[in-house]
């Protein structure tokens, strides 16, 4: 039992050594790539930013799999992209590569045969190419008009062999020209929303105006109306709260549960809104993320916000709406 022990507890402290060593050379590597970033990299999202057509991208086996990954995040980051496999271009894939594309090619050698058809596809049609290779002097990086070449760093495995640490250079140069080509082109939270509207990123940025409750829904009355006319439009709207209109059709205040309750007397029914609401309120615009909303009601310790525009009110949101929404 010993010796089990023992056996165990040295085994747990080689794979834990194996998996720093790992991160640090793949780490090292990226961190070798950013250093010499230069010109060329600059080029590369220049040639990206001109094109008016799709990003292409293509590669073989592992890079095969990062060049998916990287049309997936053009994609999503507003540059319409996709990925081909090489060994379709040849037979009949090489139609969906139009002259106002641009292809990025992955290869580590630079002289992947499968290549072949695409990189001549390109010369032919006068396509703009995009070369990421671990070779300078390779075929891929000779033939490309913008070469990005990974630096020559060792692989993660411990034969030197699998795709390891050029694959992760490769992923992260990938990401570093979707990210420069957003900046440059004003990409937003908004627009990135538009492309990820499940999950729980698009519950994230989830807008009030895309929750609130408007139009008719809205319960709202003048100041000079009676508490009677306020109850009624209070309970037909069932929000528990109403919005208190000023001559100008701004909200001046809001009638809740509570002041209802704070001031219960004989004459209730009779007094005016105005002498009963609370002056003000606390409210958002619709343009607000609806998390932002959350937060206000959160900090308020209330359920229910007037939404405002141009100083008039335009929805109402509650917090079961967010709730419902997967919003919190």
Do not use: W
């Amino acid at each position: 039992m010993p010796n089990s022990k023992k056996e165990t507890k040295t085994k747990k402290s080689d794979d834990l050594g194996a998996a720093r060593s790992v991160l640090k050379t793949e780490s090292r590597a990226i961190d070798v790539m950013a250093k010499g970033l230069g010109d060329n990299f600059v080029s590369a999202v220049d040639l990206l930013q001109k094109i008016s057509g799709r990003v292409v991208v293509t590669g073989m086996g592992k890079s095969g799999h990062i060049a998916r990954k990287i049309a997936a995040t053009f994609a999503s980051t507003g540059k319409p992209s996709f990925f081909v496999h090489p060994g379709e271009a040849s037979h009949g894939d090489l139609g969906m590569i139009q002259q106002n594309d641009c292809v990025i090619a992955l290869s580590n050698s630079g002289e992947t045969a499968e290549l072949s058809d695409i990189v001549a596809y390109t010369r032919r049609y006068r396509i703009p190419l995009l070369g990421i290779t671990g070779r300078a002097d390779s075929t891929l990086d000779k033939q490309a008009d913008v070469g990005l070449v990974i630096p020559d760093e060792p692989e993660a495995c411990p034969m030197g062999l699998a795709p390891t640490t050029s694959t992760t250079v490769m992923l992260a140069l990938g990401d570093a020209l979707a990210v420069c080509l957003l900046e440059r082109e004003g990409f937003t939270a908004e627009d990135f929303h538009g492309f990820h509207p499940g999950g729980k990123l698009g519950q994230r940025l989830l807008k009030v105006s895309d929750l609130m409750h408007e139009g008719k829904e809205l319960p709202l009355i003048s100041e000079t109306s009676s508490m009677a006319e306020a109850l009624i439009e209070m309970t037909s709207k069932s929000f528990g709260v109403v919005g208190v209109i000023g001559a100008k059709g701004k909200l001046d205040g809001v009638v809740t549960d509570g002041d209802l309750r704070r001031n219960m007397n004989p004459e209730l029914l009779n007094q005016k809104v105005s002498e009963i609401m609370t002056k003000g309120g606390v409210s958002a615009s619709p343009d607000q993320l609806a998390s932002e909303a959350v937060a206000i009601m959160n900090e308020n310790k209330i359920t229910i916000l007037f939404i405002i525009q141009d100083n008039k009110p335009v929805g109402i949101l509650h917090i079961h709406d967010c709730l419902r929404a997967g919003v919190a």
